[in-house]
């Protein structure tokens, strides 16, 4: 059964596969093409450097024209992330256009990892370290970033979606 | 974001977070108000009477009715379309294709079709990725397909199912879009004085502008949105402006002259100028509905 969501998002995967931006990756689950699990890796010389942090990406037969949902499955201390692990970002709300594929998405996010937008914080605290002591937001950004190396649980227990 | 689980609302922020709603919430507003939208209208409605219009108005602003009652005389119809941000495309290409149907146009039919082919290179030239338009542009060219098939009242039902239904219509929509934004950015220089001075920061360009205000499903359309998808489609249209303005149209002449509604033709460079308009759209501040002007 080949819905154009479905059509579109076997081709967002070969692009993901054939052509790779760095950094990021992710692929569909085997029996659901529309749940996603991804991985970004943080950037290279930034506090995030090193992290390895899942994602999982939600599409509605909407998709394209509707974003998908995004979640940090990893714990982030981020002025963007919500505790749950949702993502405040403007191309996935009012912002979102047809335009961005898998890729670019996750490339988007990553990119949102070292220049977060202190403005709409998800995440107060992190917001208010990132503006007044950076010294300390990149202590706990690093705390995190070694918690992704060993931690293998969702960030918060409502995840049992991903079978 | 989706309406999936409207009760899980992310927690808002910490004690700092300002009196202003949060993002989340007004995103929330916003999508609330377009799924009331969209259980009391259609993505396009049935053709009316301009008389419903006018009723509209009938206890209100009497600028409105009289204007109404002076287009009455050019046009028999209008059809609405839903206030959904993307009325203008999908009121513009509804009419389009049904004009198409009706006159049993082939000649302009196909004229249209190489030229949406054409397209698909000017995208990728751009940047776009074919992933991301081919099924779109095929769905449209299947529609142009469809009604230069049968001119019976069929197939204009056949029309309006596929442009009230989500998936095929949003598709078409999001085409134009894209071809919008490719027009605006192909002719950069043309453009980018109508767009300086709309923001600071960042400072405006022609990209960013299309990423903000054109490419997203839901974005209202401008005047610069109409000039661009007309010459890249080479369509010509009349917007008919309605508004409670109280100048008489034309000025001077003989005092009491009634208070009519302008007109604007955006004529694509590649038409003579004064070809008449293949679409006629109704414009009330925000909205675009469809007109239907008396034959002859």
Redesign the interface.
């Known amino acids: 059964m080949s819905?154009?969501a479905r059509?579109?998002l076997m081709?967002?995967f070969?692009?993901l596969t054939s052509d790779p931006p760095q950094g990021v990756n992710g692929s569909p689950n085997p029996d659901n093409i529309m749940q996603w699990n991804c991985v970004i890796f943080g950037p290279e010389d930034t506090p995030w450097d090193g992290g390895t942090f899942k994602l999982t990406m939600e599409f509605?037969?909407?998709y394209?024209?509707?974003?998908p949902?995004v979640k940090f499955k990893t714990k982030l201390f981020h002025p963007n992330v919500?505790?749950?692990g949702?993502i405040?970002l403007d191309i996935?709300?009012?912002?979102?256009?047809?335009?961005y594929?898998v890729a670019a998405i996750l490339t988007s996010i990553q990119s949102l990892l070292s220049d977060p937008n202190p403005n709409?914080?998800?995440?107060?605290?992190a917001?208010?370290l990132y503006n007044e002591n950076r010294r300390e937001y990149n202590r706990r950004v690093r705390e995190v970033v070694e918690a992704s190396w060993v931690e293998d649980v969702p960030a918060e227990e409502e995840g049992k979606e991903d079978k | 974001?989706?309406s999936?689980e409207p009760a899980?609302e992310?927690?808002v922020?910490?004690?700092?977070?300002p009196d202003r709603p949060?993002?989340?919430a007004i995103?929330q507003q916003?999508n609330q108000i377009r799924a009331e939208q969209a259980k009391v209208s259609e993505y396009v409605g049935q053709e009316e009477n301009l008389g419903a219009l006018k009723a509209e108005y009938e206890n209100g602003n009497q600028n409105f009715v009289q204007k109404i009652g002076k287009l009455e005389e050019r046009y028999r119809t209008f059809r609405r379309t839903r206030g959904d941000g993307n009325c203008f495309f999908r009121g513009f290409i509804y009419a389009y294709l049904e004009g198409l149907l009706q006159n049993s146009d082939l000649a302009e039919a196909n004229r249209f079709m190489s030229v949406v082919q054409s397209w698909k290179a000017k995208l990728v030239e751009g940047g776009?990725?074919e992933?991301?338009f081919e099924?779109?542009m095929e769905l449209l060219l299947e529609q142009v397909k469809e009604v230069t098939k049968a001119s019976d009242q069929f197939a204009q039902e056949k029309l309006l199912v596929n442009m009230r239904d989500?998936?095929v219509s949003?598709?078409i929509v999001?085409f134009l879009?894209?071809v919008t934004s490719c027009e605006v950015q192909r002719r950069e220089d043309f453009f980018f004085p109508f767009i300086l001075g709309m923001y600071d920061e960042p400072p405006a360009t022609v990209e960013l502008f299309c990423?903000?205000h054109v490419?997203?499903?839901g974005e209202e359309s401008d005047h610069l949105h109409i000039v661009a998808v007309t010459e890249a489609l080479q369509i010509p249209v009349r917007v008919v402006y309605l508004d409670s303005s109280g100048l008489p149209a034309g000025g001077g002449g003989g005092g009491a002259g009634a208070l009519e509604a302008s007109c604007h033709d955006f004529v694509p460079d590649s038409c003579p100028p004064g070809t008449a308009p293949r679409v006629h759209l109704l414009y009330r501040p925000g909205h675009y509905d469809i007109l239907y002007a008396k034959s002859g």
């Open positions: 819905t154009p059509k579109r081709r967002d070969r692009r509605s037969e909407e394209p024209n509707k974003a949902t919500y505790a749950d949702s405040c996935l709300q009012n912002q979102w256009s047809p335009i594929d709409s914080p998800a995440n107060g605290e917001a208010r | 974001m989706a999936t899980a992310p927690p922020a910490g004690s700092e977070a949060s993002d989340e995103l916003q776009f990725q992933l991301v099924d779109a989500d998936m949003n598709m999001m879009r894209l990423q903000r490419e997203p499903m």
